[in-house]
């Protein structure tokens, strides 16, 4: 469920219409929910009631700061991937015992800056990772926490690019490696090995993988325990899928999630974690676009809107699905037409969906792509010089820009031209 609702035949974010904020900020532009950030959170946080647990936010999915605090203020943890994103978690005022850093790469840097300013664990994903942790944590006088990522090799059964936790993937150490991997990390100072960490997939749409993923890592907690380690904190990643299409899609609820971690896992009396990105700010999100033209093509019509791929990738990077609605609702019973929709990228990539039906559209109608609140922003680029598009945020009747459409000149700006020219 989201707070982007229709009233009196105009789409509203929460308490504000869509139109209004196209008004003030122009477009293109995403949109986010408070209520519907805050809601998605907090099935998590239930979810694992009766469990010692942290949710730990995966900000790669939507990372702007004024999001960051939203959740922060409402007890998430985050999980970074890199030193930019600790450092801005740090910056939404997110303290550095409730962020947990993953990435398969973390360079010498990046972990110097995380322990310098504190952090929950490390999930590392390699020996040769787990040595440079341990050099830098003795250099600076400290013990690093740690817990390694095991990969379960179970299929999660998504797309090709976002699936992770099958052996032949770059993720984490083979779970058969795992007590020669955790007796090497137990014989190094600069670190304290707490747990154990996985994660499969993104956008999964049924339990069973975690379930096979989360019964291999019982197995393991109860291994690695008999081999003298102290197991006691459980990083089950993220991954839980959202509906795309309202119409019939219709992936587990974090309730259940929540119960089968319990059912797998809630034995081994160890804290748990869970890292969701995509189900906490994908319905609470939307990218706000206006129709330019709408051009007669060979047997078709294309709806060219001013938002494009490098605002929003995922249609053309993994054949995403995106509802796309109008802003003015459709009055009932008008016949809706089928429409190829794109952007004015010079790429045949540049296409949101072919041949959807949507109603008769005119240049300057304000349409949204519903589900982009994830992967969406974060993930866009200025490609054909087109500035990154604003955030907004509305809470209830307010609403406030929380990063702005850049300049032409800042984005020219940013070259610099060397002096032999
Ligand atoms: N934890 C780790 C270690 C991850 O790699 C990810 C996502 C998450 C948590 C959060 O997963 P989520 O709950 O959002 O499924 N750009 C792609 C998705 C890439 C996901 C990468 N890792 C997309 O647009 O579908």
Same mark, same amino acid.
Not at 206 to 213: D, G, H, N, S, V
């Given at each position: &469920?989201? @707070?982007? /609702?229709?009233?009196?035949?105009?789409?509203?974010?929460?308490?504000?219409?869509?139109?209004?904020?196209?008004?003030?900020?122009?477009? +293109?532009?995403?949109?986010?929910?408070?209520?519907?950030?805050?809601?998605?959170?907090?099935?998590?946080?239930? $979810?694992?009631?009766?469990?010692?647990?942290l949710v730990c936010y995966a900000m790669k999915a939507a990372s702007n700061q004024?999001i960051l605090?939203?959740l922060a203020?409402?007890?998430a943890g985050m999980d970074v991937v890199s030193g930019g994103e600790y450092l801005r978690a740090k910056a939404a005022?997110v303290?550095g015992?409730k962020i947990v850093f993953s990435g398969v790469g973390k360079t010498a840097d990046e972990i110097r800056t995380a322990l310098?300013g504190?952090i929950r664990q490390f999930n590392v994903e390699s020996?040769?990772e787990m040595?440079v942790i341990?050099?830098?944590?003795?250099? /600076?006088?400290?013990?690093a926490?740690i817990t390694v990522r095991?990969n379960?090799?179970?299929?999660?059964?998504?797309?090709?690019k976002i699936a992770t936790g099958?052996?032949?993937n770059k993720f984490g150490? +083979?779970?058969?490696?795992?007590?020669?991997?955790?007796?090497?990390? $137990?014989?190094?100072?600069?670190?304290?090995?707490?747990?154990?960490d996985v994660h499969i997939g993104s956008q999964?749409?049924?339990?069973?993988?975690?379930?096979?993923?989360?019964? *291999?890592?019982?197995?393991?907690?109860?291994?690695?325990?008999?081999?003298?380690?102290?197991?006691?904190?459980?990083d089950l990643g993220g991954g839980?899928?959202? !509906?795309?299409?309202?119409?019939?899609?219709? =992936?587990?609820?974090?309730?259940?999630? %929540?119960?089968?971690? *319990?059912?797998?896992? %809630?034995?081994?009396?160890?804290?748990?974690e869970i890292e969701p990105g995509r189900?906490i700010a %994908?319905?609470?999100?939307? &990218?706000?676009?206006? #129709?330019?033209?709408?051009?007669?093509?060979?047997?078709?019509?294309?709806?060219? /809107?001013? %938002?494009?791929?490098?605002?929003?990738?995922?249609?053309? &990077?993994?054949?995403? @699905?995106?509802?796309?609605?109008?802003?003015?609702?459709? $009055? =009932?019973? #008008?016949?809706?037409?089928?429409?190829?929709?794109?952007? =004015?990228?010079?790429?045949?990539?540049?296409?949101?969906?072919?041949?959807?039906? &949507? !109603?008769?559209?005119?240049?300057?109608?304000?349409?949204?792509?519903?589900?982009?609140?994830a992967y969406g922003a974060v993930m866009?680029?200025?490609?054909?010089?087109?500035?990154?598009? =604003?955030? #907004?945020?509305?809470?209830?009747?307010?609403?406030?820009?929380?990063?702005?459409?850049?300049?032409?000149?800042?984005?020219?700006?940013?070259?610099?031209?060397?002096?032999?020219?």
């Amino acid at each position: &469920m989201d @707070h982007f /609702l229709y009233r009196d035949g105009a789409l509203y974010a929460e308490d504000v219409p869509i139109s209004e904020i196209a008004a003030a900020v122009g477009t +293109p532009f995403y949109v986010y929910s408070t209520a519907t950030l805050l809601r998605h959170f907090q099935l998590f946080d239930d $979810a694992l009631d009766g469990t010692d647990h942290l949710v730990c936010y995966a900000m790669k999915a939507a990372s702007n700061q004024a999001i960051l605090k939203t959740l922060a203020q409402a007890g998430a943890g985050m999980d970074v991937v890199s030193g930019g994103e600790y450092l801005r978690a740090k910056a939404a005022g997110v303290p550095g015992d409730k962020i947990v850093f993953s990435g398969v790469g973390k360079t010498a840097d990046e972990i110097r800056t995380a322990l310098s300013g504190g952090i929950r664990q490390f999930n590392v994903e390699s020996e040769p990772e787990m040595e440079v942790i341990n050099t830098i944590a003795l250099e /600076l006088g400290v013990v690093a926490p740690i817990t390694v990522r095991v990969n379960p090799d179970v299929d999660a059964k998504t797309h090709a690019k976002i699936a992770t936790g099958k052996s032949e993937n770059k993720f984490g150490i +083979p779970i058969a490696r795992a007590s020669e991997v955790y007796a090497h990390a $137990a014989s190094l100072p600069g670190l304290e090995v707490i747990g154990i960490d996985v994660h499969i997939g993104s956008q999964l749409t049924e339990l069973e993988p975690f379930e096979m993923a989360y019964t *291999k890592v019982a197995e393991l907690t109860e291994k690695l325990r008999s081999e003298g380690h102290n197991i006691r904190r459980l990083d089950l990643g993220g991954g839980l899928g959202i !509906p795309y299409t309202r119409a019939n899609d219709a =992936p587990p609820l974090p309730v259940e999630y %929540g119960a089968l971690i *319990k059912k797998t896992l %809630g034995h081994l009396g160890c804290e748990i974690e869970i890292e969701p990105g995509r189900l906490i700010a %994908g319905n609470a999100g939307l &990218m706000v676009s206006k #129709v330019i033209y709408v051009k007669s093509g060979e047997g078709r019509d294309f709806l060219i /809107l001013d %938002g494009a791929m490098n605002d929003l990738i995922r249609p053309a &990077m993994y054949e995403a @699905h995106h509802d796309i609605v109008a802003v003015n609702e459709p $009055a =009932p019973g #008008v016949e809706q037409q089928p429409y190829d929709i794109v952007g =004015p990228v010079c790429e045949t990539g540049d296409t949101f969906a072919k041949q959807r039906n &949507m !109603p008769p559209l005119a240049p300057g109608d304000l349409v949204v792509f519903r589900s982009a609140g994830a992967y969406g922003a974060v993930m866009s680029s200025e490609y054909n010089t087109r500035p990154l598009i =604003p955030e #907004v945020l509305v809470h209830g009747d307010q609403f406030a820009v929380i990063r702005e459409r850049p300049s032409f000149d800042e984005i020219i700006n940013r070259d610099t031209i060397p002096e032999w020219l």
